[in-house]
C-alpha cells in the first residue's frame, strides 16, 4: 500500500503545466498615421501594407483595419466604436526568428491587446445574403481555353471583358463594392451556389455609372447586379447564412508607448 503513494505525492510536488505564450512580435512601432482620406493616402504612397518573413508594415491603416487583419474578417464582420475607422496608425514590426508572414494575425491580436488594451467577443450572426445561382436556360458563357495565353482579370470600367475568370473571382467582383461600403453595387454579400468549377471567359457590365470618390456619388444601382447577371444565365436569389462577426467589447484610442 505504502508503495502507491509515492506516485501521487510526486505527482503533487510536479508543476503545473502552462498555457503556451501568446505569438507576438519581437518590437513593434506605432505612431500616428496620416490625415486625409484613403484615396489621397493611397495615391501618396502613404497608406500601405507590407508583410514578409521578417517584419510587417502597415501605413496609414485604420485601427479598424488592423482588427479586421488580426481576425481575418471584412469590415462589416467587426463591429464596434465608429470612431475605429477615424483614428489612423503607421506600424512598423519585426517578427520573431523563425516565424512566417502567416503569423502575423496571431501577433497582431497581441499586439492589439497588449498595447490598445483590446477585448473582443465572438457573434455568429445569421444575415441576408445574395445567393449566385443558374437561371433557368444556363450559362452563357464559355469556358476559357486551356491554350489561351491571355492573362487571368478583366479590362474595363463598367464594360468589362474577363478571361479566366472562376464564379470565386465573379462573386468577389460583386462584392467589392459591398465590402467597400459604396452604395452603388449589392447590398448585401453574394455567395455562389452555381456549382461551376472552371474558368470562363464573359462580357460583364457592372460598374458606377457617375463619379465615384470617398462619398460616392455614382448613379448606378443594386439593379445592375440583377442585369448583369442576368444576362451571363445566372441570377440573384435573396437567401440568408449564419457568419461569424467580432464584436468589441473595449479598445482604448491611444496605444501605450514605444
Known amino acids: 500500500m505504502k508503495r502507491l503513494i509515492l506516485p501521487f505525492i510526486l505527482c503533487g510536488l510536479m508543476p503545473a503545466q502552462q498555457a503556451p505564450a501568446k505569438l507576438a512580435f519581437e518590437v513593434a512601432s506605432i505612431k500616428p498615421g496620416s490625415p486625409g482620406s484613403p484615396i489621397e493616402l493611397a495615391r501618396s504612397g502613404r497608406r500601405y501594407v507590407k508583410i514578409d518573413d521578417a517584419q510587417a508594415a502597415f501605413g496609414s491603416i485604420q485601427l479598424a483595419g488592423l482588427i ?25 514590426a519585426k517578427l520573431p526568428a523563425g516565424a512566417k508572414k502567416e503569423q502575423v494575425p496571431e501577433m497582431l491580436q497581441t499586439l492589439l491587446e497588449e498595447r490598445f488594451k483590446l477585448t473582443v467577443h465572438h457573434d455568429p450572426r445569421a444575415i441576408p445574403v445574395f445567393v449566385l445561382a443558374l437561371a433557368k436556360d444556363g450559362p452563357k458563357f464559355r469556358a476559357s481555353a486551356a491554350e489561351d495565353p491571355t492573362k487571368a482579370g478583366c479590362t474595363g470600367m463598367v464594360h468589362k471583358v474577363c478571361h479566366k475568370l472562376t464564379m470565386d473571382d465573379l462573386v468577389d467582383m460583386l462584392n467589392l463594392p459591398f465590402r467597400a461600403g459604396m452604395r452603388w453595387g449589392v447590398e448585401r454579400l453574394v455567395m455562389d451556389a452555381t456549382d461551376l468549377h472552371g474558368s470562363y471567359d464573359f462580357g460583364f457590365d457592372y460598374g458606377p455609372t457617375g463619379p465615384v470618390g470617398d462619398t460616392d456619388t455614382s448613379t448606378a444601382s443594386v439593379s445592375t447586379a440583377f442585369d448583369a447577371v442576368r444576362a451571363l444565365g445566372l441570377k440573384l436569389e435573396p437567401s440568408e447564412r449564419t457568419f461569424d462577426f467580432i464584436v468589441v467589447d473595449h479598445i482604448e484610442r ?5
Open 254 to 258: 491611444v496605444p501605450t508607448e514605444n
Open 68 to 92: 479586421q487583419m488580426a481576425y481575418g474578417l471584412p469590415f462589416d464582420q467587426v463591429k464596434g466604436p465608429d470612431w475605429l475607422s477615424d483614428v489612423r496608425f503607421d506600424v512598423q
